[in-house]
């Protein structure tokens, strides 16, 4: 995030943004982590210029190396006083696309309100059953063990796309060190896997870049996929 440009904006709108959503952590698709630095600053920032920050921290679980592991969620970085953030995460990341669980981290002046949203207070929220199966998953401690076994997958997933891409001559890219996608720019019409323009609200923007998603293919796939566009 370009948070002079964020708050550039937010001086020229006198008070107009009232809410900032950002993928803090492995966006989708350019694979980016904010840092510890502009992670205080953009709490900062919201508390100079009155607003909330939503945090989507979707593959926050789905990390690899220490240096990322490292990152917390932005409602650490947040402060008690002044609260600002919502870290929104969710287990379907990291168990399984179908699993629609996840949960809010904030403080608790800002929680206030949400047990009284209809469907959470009537008892009738749809994923009950589900959360209480997972809650057993996490004191079990079943999750945390799989959760390594998917993240070593995966690292070995994606370093064996990066590894591909440099042999077809692909390198303008960054190699992600977690979530599911590496975003990569390639010269002339030979692309795979989706295209980037629908990955902004100007689609012609990045129309040379590639969103490849390397966790739910087989090595042969990836390999297979990323042969295709060699130069």
């Known amino acids: 995030m370009d948070l002079d440009a964020l708050e550039k904006h937010c001086i020229e709108q006198k008070g107009r943004v009232k809410v ?66 919502f870290s929104i995460g969710t287990f379907s990341k990291v168990i399984g696309p179908g699993l629609k669980v996840g949960w809010i981290q904030a403080h608790p002046s800002l929680l206030k309100k949400i047990p009284d949203i209809g469907f959470i207070d ?60 590496v975003w990569a720019k390639v010269a002339g019409d030979k692309r795979t896997g989706k295209s980037g323009e629908p990955c902004s609200i100007n689609r012609d923007k990045f129309g040379d870049m590639m969103r490849l998603c390397f966790a739910w293919l087989t090595p042969e796939k990836i390999v297979e996929g990323i042969e295709a566009i060699r130069g």
Not at 23 to 43: F, M, Y
């Open 122 to 181: 009537s008892g009738n929220n749809p994923v009950i059953f589900t959360s209480a199966i997972i809650n057993h998953f996490i004191k079990s401690g079943a999750l945390e063990q799989h959760r390594q076994f998917v993240n070593g997958e995966l690292a070995k997933k994606c370093k064996l796309m990066c590894e591909k891409l440099r042999e077809v001559g692909v390198t303008d890219f960054a190699e992600p060190r977690g979530g599911y996608f």
């Open 20 to 85: 900032v959503y950002s993928v803090t952590i492995h966006h989708n698709p350019s694979g980016a982590t904010l840092s510890n630095a502009k992670r205080e600053r953009l709490v900062a920032l919201a508390q100079k210029y009155d607003f909330i920050i939503l945090s989507d921290e979707a593959y926050q679980l789905v990390s690899f190396g220490e240096q990322v592991e490292e990152i917390v969620p932005l409602f650490y970085h947040d402060d008690q006083n002044d609260p600002r953030v």
